[in-house]
């Protein structure tokens, strides 16, 4: 398993606090994306982005925050702004606007 | 905006048995319909995916149908096997003609698929 990495697979965040989750590439692909995926709901679209330094909202993107400095990485915040995060988070690279692949998975708990 | 839809949320099938899928979406613009597969805690994977230009598409076991009249597509999987257990996304997206928001892929709310030995 290559190409698209997160870290870390499992991250616990206390009431009030921001974490980060990574997400890193080396398929050489513009454009990325963030889903959260919580049961029976699907894939929902947090922020993506289609080129560097520049990133759009998604469906959901409130209490969330991201940016875009490098081609390869498109780290997502989860700040004390976002009421229910726990979730498990999927970050997607594709290039053009196709086939998305998918990193590993975040699975972050509220404690 | 585009809205898929994802049916049945749940299928469960014997081994050798065939199991359907069946999406539909709004937007009759869209033109990329790809199929994905979770399995439990790992990434979704893309399986098999279909352009509008065409009606259906086959690879082994697993085949698309695509009905741009009706809006809806459909996975096929034949001949099923434990192995095949797992959550199927469908989607739809509108590909390169369009930029922004628009182009981004929509997702249906998942199916479950269970294969009993």
């Known amino acids: 398993d290559g190409g698209i990495t997160q870290s870390p697979k499992y991250l616990f965040r206390k009431e009030g606090q921001n974490v980060t989750l990574s997400c890193e590439q080396n398929?050489?692909?513009?454009?990325m994306y963030w889903y959260r995926q919580d049961p029976g709901q699907g894939l929902r679209l947090i922020y993506y982005?289609?080129?560097?330094?520049?990133?759009q909202k998604g469906d959901i993107a409130e209490g969330y925050s991201v940016s875009r400095e490098k081609k390869e990485s498109f780290p997502l915040t989860v700040t004390s702004a976002q009421k229910n995060p726990t979730a498990f988070y999927l970050c997607?690279?594709?290039?053009?606007?196709?086939?998305?692949?998918f990193g590993q998975g975040t699975r972050l708990t509220v404690v | 905006g585009e809205n898929v839809e994802q049916h049945p949320s749940t299928l469960s099938v014997q081994e050798g048995d065939s199991a359907v899928i069946k999406c539909t979406y709004s937007d009759s613009a869209s033109n990329y319909f790809p199929w994905y597969k979770q399995e439990l805690g790992k990434r979704p994977q893309l399986i098999i995916d279909i352009r509008s230009n065409v009606g259906e598409k086959k690879d082994q076991r697993i085949a698309v149908t695509l009905n741009k009249t009706a809006k809806h597509f459909s996975l096929h999987i034949t001949e099923t096997q434990p192995e095949d257990s797992a959550v199927y996304f469908c989607?739809?997206?509108?590909?390169?003609?369009?930029?922004?928001?628009?182009?981004?892929?929509?997702f249906g709310k998942g199916t479950k698929l269970s294969v009993k030995p």
């Open positions: 398929l050489n692909h513009d454009a």
């Open positions: 997607a690279s594709s290039i053009g606007l196709f086939e998305a692949f």
């Open positions: 982005s289609q080129i560097v330094n520049d990133f």
């Open positions: 989607a739809a997206s509108k590909g390169r003609n369009y930029g922004g928001s628009q182009g981004n892929l929509i």
